[in-house]
C-alpha cells in the first residue's frame, strides 16, 4: 500500500480493500475513516468495507464507538446498514441497530428497517382477486361507498377534491371540517390502493369572500394542508407537478395593484395549480410492482421531461371544475398501465373516467351529486 492511497484514499482503492478481507486490510481502513477532511463519498465507502471484514468482533466495536460520534448523516446510514446485515449472523448487531434507530429516531432509518426485515421474510404480495371488471359508479358520500370495494383493487387514484366553501356543492362549518372530512376520504383511498402504488391530488389555494367591506378575506393553502393528511393516511411525498395555465383563463388579482401601484397591495395572478403526488406506503421498491407487466407494455416516445405542465384549463356550462382531458392523459400514462384499475373519488362529470376507459383503463368514479350520477350513468357506467 503507498502513502498516497494513504493520504488521498479513492472509492475503487477502497473497494478493492473490502473485498480482501485481513485484519491488516481492516487496519488500513480504520486508520483511513480516522482522517480528517475526507468527503462524505470516501467516509461512506470506508465505512461499507470496514463492514465486509471478516472480524465480527473488530467491526462490532468499530461500529458501537463511532454510530453515536458527530458524523454526517449519510455516514451513519452505512453504518445502520451494517447492523441491519450483520444483524442476521450476530445478535449484537440487532441489539446495535436498536440502539442506532432509537437514538437518532430517523425516519430514512425506519424505512431502511422495513424494507430490509421484508426481504428477510421473503414475503410475496398476494394478488388479489379482480372486483371491478368494467367502468364502474359509486353514488354516494365516497367515505362511506367505498367501503363496497375491497381492499387494494386500485392501482391509481386521480381525483380534484372539493375546494373549501369555493363551489355551491362544497360547503363544510370550518376548515378543519373540511380537512377531517378528506381526511377520513384518504383512509379509504389508502385502503384501497394497492401497496406501493400512487395518489395524485389536483389541488390550489383557495379563498374565500369577504362578509363586508371591512373583513379580510381568507387565503387556504390547501396544498400544504393536504401533505399533512395524506402522510397521515399512510401516504409518502413523490413529486410535486405544477400545472400551469394561461394567464387569460385565471381570475384577474393585479388589477388593483395595477391602478394604484401601491406597495403592499400586490396580487399575482394564479397561474398554477398543484398536482401533489404520494405513493402507498410499502416496504419494497417500485421495481416490484412494475415486474408485475408485461415487458412489452411501454409509452410512446413523446415525455413531459420537467415537473411544469402547460395545459390549457377545459370549461363546461354544467359543471364549474372540470378536469382537461389532456391532464387525464398524461396521469394515466405516466402513473398506470393498461388494464389497471384506476379511481376518481370526486369524479363530478367523469372526465377522468372517460379518458381512462379510452386509453385501456378500467375507471371507478364516486359521485354524490344526483344530476352527474345520472349523467354518468348514461356514460355507461354501472352503479355498484
Known sequence: ??????TIPTIESIKRLGLEKSDSNFAILLDMFMQEELSIDIKREIVSSIGRQKNNDKIYEFLKQESFKKHYMEVIYQMFRTCLYKSKEDTRF???RDKILRHYNNEVMQKMLEYYLFRQQKKTILKHTRQIIKPSLLMGDNRTTLNKIQEQQIQLIFTSPPYYNARLYSDYKSYQDYLDSMLETLKQCYRILED????????SPVITKRVGREFESIRYPIHFDFHKILCESGFYFIDEIIWIKPEYSVPNRIAGYLQTKKPLSYKPNCITESIMIYRKNSPFLLDKNIKDYDKKLKNDDEIDSTNCWYIAPKFDKNHPAVFPEELCQKVLKYYSFEGDVVCDPFAGSGTFGKVANTMGRIPLLCEQNLDYVEKLRQKGFDEI
Open 1 to 6: 500500500m503507498t502513502q498516497t492511497l494513504f
Open 94 to 96: 440487532a441489539d446495535l
Open 196 to 203: 406501493g402504488r400512487f395518489i395524485l391530488i389536483n389541488v
